[in-house]
């Protein structure tokens, strides 16, 4: 079944101000979130896998395919979708050989280079960016703007979602550059009309 | 081949105060340690990789196993000879079914409830302590002694390691309770005379 990157919500628990992460989730996944990352960055390995176990019950009911940020060793456990590395993660072809051919690997990108080497190695997506700048200290890398974003969807044939800075004042520019799908953290989970949220930006997605 | 648990060492960065690490490693399987557990904590995981990578072909051209401390993805991605999970980590079952049969598989208890609950889900030896207090910040378990060691030791069939505070001068009353060996950090790493700190413990352990 053909994965659907329209609108790819990647977790934070640390927005969500002590806000519940599987109701903020659920909340999303009714406006009209379609995919789903699950991105856990201090937490115990323990923690993060019932964290995963319980998102994926979630997501799946829903149809959403989950995919883990970063930690393989939860993917599989978990039995996820899918997992997404980065380029302080394990290297793409090691990620690729361990998680089988089955599952969704997706695979951060910032420029051309990468997402050749994305595209060669493995990765069924990639998410590019950071289109604006971002308050979620998604990176260390400096924004590269709609034009970069272009260029690297044009460069490759796999799907690019972009991902970095994304609000419903910027979605609609974002969509122009030709990507498959917007990637968002706090345009979703940073206030608390997660629901109302999610449906806007997926509105502006569709027109 | 039956592993050799007499002097196991579990690394820690933090004690090393800039000394490379996979010169400390070098010395001290010198010095006698049979054993060896990479433990990483606030590292990436694509650093994590490459430090596993660089230490697997150091203690395996040696005859020494790796074990990684907590990171399943890790231990898979190099092939480590082992994993070793504790209380905060991935569940142990979850672990062993991951790992396949043929990997050593350690389990960190505390007592004979959790000694029983690793030998019946498949860990291959078990990490007992802490006995004595530590400065490294292993966990934050109260210090159980010398006699629970003993216990727990007694109370399961596999190989049991004591670990927390070990140090040349209580690693003879630490023996005395039957252990099958001696896991240490900073007894070890802890000065810069890592191979002639190895080499005392060891020979204690063979008094």
Redesign the interface.
């Given at each position: 079944m053909p994965v659907d990157y329209s609108l790819y919500l990647v977790t934070d628990r640390g927005i969500l101000k002590g806000r519940s992460l599987f109701a903020a989730v659920e909340e999303a996944i009714r406006g009209g979130v379609s995919l789903l990352q699950l991105r856990e960055k201090n937490v115990?390995?323990?923690?993060f896998?019932h964290i995963a176990l319980e998102l994926k019950e979630l997501a799946n009911s829903c149809n959403v395919p989950l995919i883990i940020n970063?930690?393989?060793?939860?993917a599989?456990?978990v039995d996820a979708d899918g997992l997404h590395?980065g380029?302080?993660?394990?290297?793409l072809e090691?990620a690729r050989k361990?998680l089988g051919p089955d599952k969704i690997l997706g695979y951060s990108v910032s420029n051309t280079a990468e997402a050749a080497y994305g595209e060669k190695n493995g990765a069924d997506y990639l998410g590019a960016g950071p289109v604006y700048p971002t308050g979620s200290k998604l990176d260390t890398v400096d924004p590269i703007g709609v034009e970069v974003i272009k260029t690297i969807k044009e460069s490759v044939s796999i799907p690019v979602v972009a991902i970095g800075g994304i609000s419903r004042s910027n979605a609609a520019e974002v969509k122009k550059s030709g990507v498959d799908g917007l990637s968002v953290i706090s345009a979703i989970l940073g206030s608390p009309q997660v629901e109302e949220n999610a449906r806007c930006l997926k509105n502006i997605w569709r027109a």
């Open positions: 115990c390995s323990r923690d896998y970063d930690r393989l060793d939860i599989l456990a590395v380029q302080e993660d394990l290297p090691v361990l």
